[in-house]
């Protein structure tokens, strides 16, 4: 296995005021990666240290959710799903209604709540969720998905609290470097911890909890910040009407416009 070497943030004193609702965490990806399942190996490490609940995302199903209960990893009441019915970065970065909804009915039907886990739809590299949202979010990526993908990079890869690569045992099943892989998150992050994670390897599933104890220990005296890992990196919309097949959007140019994108069936997809 990889070596492991984050730091648990340790909490301090601060003088602002300790927070009132649970903490939210948001657990952001690609599809494939292992975000379901990461999710469930949490659920069954902390249920009996804290009281927490799950929010999932999926465009038209309620798949996610699925899993998780059939999993048995927490009372099937606590794991709400949202259908965005569009792209899945719509829902927690443009338009966080949805998920915001959910989790306050959530926190209000179970409280005291101590966190709330919200799992974004399967998106690609650049989607992150907004600060209005979560309070703090880990992007996970996957062996299986190639080697060279943190060298892709994104907001989520460089900036999110903590990156995740993934499934580390398939390494050499498909032929990836995994050492060289968490090398070189840890090099496009700047020091922002990475963990290196299989649900088989118990060592790399305590240093996740731990993260995740340590953040919500921090943000219970009122110390943590949130931070957001940037706007989304323009991407192309395809669009049967446009002179040129579609067009480019960048986030960065909306000054916090919300993003739209056309209804399904419309010849336009995100």
């Not at 005296?221 to 192309?236: L, Y």
Request: glycine share 10%; hydrophobic share 40%; proline share 7%.
């Amino acid at each position: 296995m990889p070596e492991n070497s984050i730091t648990a943030a340790t909490p301090t004193a601060a003088s602002a005021p300790q927070p009132v609702r649970a903490m939210r965490l948001g657990v952001a990806g690609p599809v494939g990666t292992g975000k379901s399942s990461l999710i469930a190996t949490l659920c069954r490490r902390l249920a009996h240290q804290v009281s927490l609940a799950v929010v999932t995302n999926d465009i038209y199903t309620d798949e996610d959710a699925r899993f998780l209960k059939s999993a048995g990893v927490l009372d099937p009441e606590r794991i709400r799903p949202v259908e965005t019915g569009a792209c899945p970065h719509t829902a927690i970065r443009d338009d966080v209604t949805a998920n915001l909804l959910a989790a306050e009915d959530l926190e209000a039907d179970f409280a005291p709540l101590d966190l709330v886990v919200i799992e974004s739809g399967g998106d690609n590299l650049t989607a992150t969720f907004s600060p209005a949202l979560v309070d703090a979010q880990l992007f996970v990526l996957d062996v299986a998905g190639g080697g060279d993908v943190v060298r892709k990079g994104g907001p989520g890869i460089a900036r999110a609290d903590l990156l995740v690569v993934n499934k580390t045992d398939l390494g050499p099943h498909v032929g990836v470097d995994v050492d060289r892989m968490v090398r070189e998150g840890r090099e496009a992050r700047d020091g922002r911890p990475v963990v290196a994670l299989s649900r088989h390897d118990e060592a790399s599933v305590d240093m996740l909890v731990a993260w995740v104890l340590g953040t919500l220990a921090t943000y219970r005296t009122g110390a943590h910040v949130a931070v957001d890992p940037g706007p989304m990196a323009p991407h192309f919309h395809a669009d049967e009407g446009h002179p040129d097949g579609g067009f480019v959007h960048d986030h960065a140019a909306d000054e916090g416009a919300a993003h739209q994108h056309a209804p399904a069936g419309s010849g336009r997809y995100a």
